[in-house]
């Protein structure tokens, strides 16, 4: 009898430590749980209150930052001015796509010229896109930098360049607009099919257009890279353009725009009266 009871004692304290370990077991996993859910609890502690915060700057940048502002008014500028005059146009989000939209429109012979090189990226497009209809391709440029200040956060000297980029295919004429174009059209006869007017600066617009003026037929196609959509954009590409469209009496058209930056692509549909 004592070795029946002595063996029932015995599992019985084997199950009793069977369950004992079992729930330690799982009051381990169960503690475990409580630290993996009470982590996330703090993440989303912090990250609730990074919320918070940028809500605070940005409600305190909608009431006090000029800067935002002047963004707002310029792109609801803008946004009138293509209403006005390209509501069915066709629209793209990347600088890049509306230049080569624009070059996919020429449909002349001519010379493609562009007003503004910096670093060559968009004279290789222009190179690259063109090089099946055998344009002869120019880039102008001062490569010092901006001549004088274009708006907030564009200095005079902005963009110039440590030494003249390498664009296969195109030609570079370095200088002042207004000291090398005039001389360049001497040397260089017939119509102007294409041009990039990355020029900025009112003035170098102008002097620009001025130039290139007789040289401009039905059919050129002319892509503003700073055209509109930013503070003070009236006073600078779009000014110049206005008044030489104003000036020459030029047939034109507006075929397209960059949605969320500052190009638009023109098209002369008639070129401007003769000069006197």
Do not use: C
Not at 130 to 151: M, N, Y
Not at 240 to 249: G, K, L, N
């Amino acid at each position: 009898m004592s070795e029946v009871v002595a063996e029932s004692d015995r599992r019985s304290r084997e199950l009793t430590e069977n369950q004992h370990d079992q729930t330690l077991a799982e009051l381990s996993a169960t503690n475990q749980e409580l630290a993996r859910v009470l982590s996330e609890l703090s993440d989303a502690r912090m990250e609730i209150s990074d919320v918070q915060q940028r809500l605070g700057e940005l409600e305190q940048q909608a009431r006090r930052d000029i800067t935002q502002a002047l963004d707002v008014r310029a792109t609801k500028e803008a946004a009138e001015f293509v209403l006005e005059h390209m509501p069915k146009a066709p629209v793209f989000w990347n600088p890049q796509d509306t230049l080569r939209y624009g070059l996919s429109q020429v449909e002349v012979e001519g010379l493609a010229l562009e007003f503004g090189v910096a670093s060559g990226t968009t004279l290789r497009i222009i190179v690259e896109e063109l090089k099946d209809a055998e344009h002869e391709v120019f880039g102008f440029d001062v490569f010092s930098g901006l001549p004088q200040t274009w708006r907030t956060g564009f200095p005079a000297g902005e963009f110039a360049q440590e030494k003249l980029p390498k664009v296969r295919g195109a030609e570079l004429v370095p200088g002042l607009f207004e000291d090398t174009l005039s001389g360049f059209l001497e040397k260089h006869p017939g119509p102007v099919s294409f041009v990039h007017l990355d020029a900025d600066l009112y003035s170098s617009t102008k002097s620009v257009l001025d130039r290139l003026e007789q040289r401009l037929v039905a059919g050129t196609v002319i892509v503003f890279d700073e055209f509109f959509n930013f503070p003070g954009w009236q006073e600078h590409e779009y000014r110049a353009w206005t008044e030489f469209v104003d000036r020459t009496d030029v047939g034109f058209e507006y075929l397209s725009y960059t949605a969320n930056h500052e190009q638009v692509v023109v098209r002369i549909t008639a070129p401007a009266s003769p000069p006197g």
